[in-house]
């Protein structure tokens, strides 16, 4: 089974608030499908990006640098001309810029206004520069969105995780009929 890390803390809130109307505890807005009625949401300030930071919760190292996915739901008000271009980072615990989402746009094809799924897999050189102290410690997520008609529109992110692969199983310790033993040998 796959590790899953979500959001458990806010770093920035910037222009971001929470589907209460505040900008207390962002993080708890975007740890579910999107699909429940929660997220965070900005409006275009006519000009310049708008962005947030999340820590995300601990997990075990993998110890391998394949299989790491971020995984987000968007969506915007613009009835999905495709304004608004919606990106991610992926940082260590430090701050250190780890990996960058292509820009994603929202189609809603639909026409319904829901949440779209987004994502992008790491390079393998993106997730072997992630520390170990980093996955225990908690990565960050920098949220970003930035309306390119400057039109006022308003910006949503419903859900946001990392996906990761199984730490490693330890090697079990030798046995003796189901007790561990101890052999010396004198030479």
């Given at each position: 089974m796959a590790q899953t890390s979500m959001a458990s803390g806010d770093i920035t809130d910037g222009n971001y608030y929470n589907s209460a109307g505040n900008q207390t505890n962002l993080w708890q807005y975007i740890t579910?499908?999107?699909?429940?009625?929660?997220?965070?949401?900005?409006?275009?300030q006519m000009g310049g990006a708008q962005s947030c930071t999340v820590r995300l919760s601990g997990v075990?190292?993998?110890?391998?640098?394949?299989?790491?996915?971020?995984?987000?739901?968007i969506k915007d008000d613009s009835g999905g001309g495709g304004g608004v271009e919606f990106t991610a980072k992926l940082l260590d615990s430090d701050g250190t810029l780890r990996s960058t989402s292509p820009a994603f746009t929202y189609d809603d094809p639909e026409g319904e206004g829901n949440f779209e799924k987004k994502g992008w897999t790491l390079s393998t050189s993106n997730a072997n520069a992630i520390s170990s102290a980093g996955y225990a410690a908690g990565l960050r997520l920098e949220l970003v969105t930035d309306d390119q008609m400057m039109g006022g529109?308003?910006?949503?992110?419903?859900?946001?995780?990392?996906?990761?692969?199984d730490a490693p199983t330890p090697a079990p310790a030798a046995t003796r009929n189901g007790s561990a033993f101890l052999m010396f040998v004198d030479t």
């Amino acid at each position: 089974m796959a590790q899953t890390s979500m959001a458990s803390g806010d770093i920035t809130d910037g222009n971001y608030y929470n589907s209460a109307g505040n900008q207390t505890n962002l993080w708890q807005y975007i740890t579910a499908s999107g699909n429940n009625g929660t997220y965070i949401t900005t409006e275009d300030q006519m000009g310049g990006a708008q962005s947030c930071t999340v820590r995300l919760s601990g997990v075990t190292d993998p110890d391998v640098a394949t299989g790491h996915r971020v995984e987000l739901t968007i969506k915007d008000d613009s009835g999905g001309g495709g304004g608004v271009e919606f990106t991610a980072k992926l940082l260590d615990s430090d701050g250190t810029l780890r990996s960058t989402s292509p820009a994603f746009t929202y189609d809603d094809p639909e026409g319904e206004g829901n949440f779209e799924k987004k994502g992008w897999t790491l390079s393998t050189s993106n997730a072997n520069a992630i520390s170990s102290a980093g996955y225990a410690a908690g990565l960050r997520l920098e949220l970003v969105t930035d309306d390119q008609m400057m039109g006022g529109t308003n910006s949503f992110f419903g859900w946001a995780s990392l996906q990761l692969p199984d730490a490693p199983t330890p090697a079990p310790a030798a046995t003796r009929n189901g007790s561990a033993f101890l052999m010396f040998v004198d030479t």
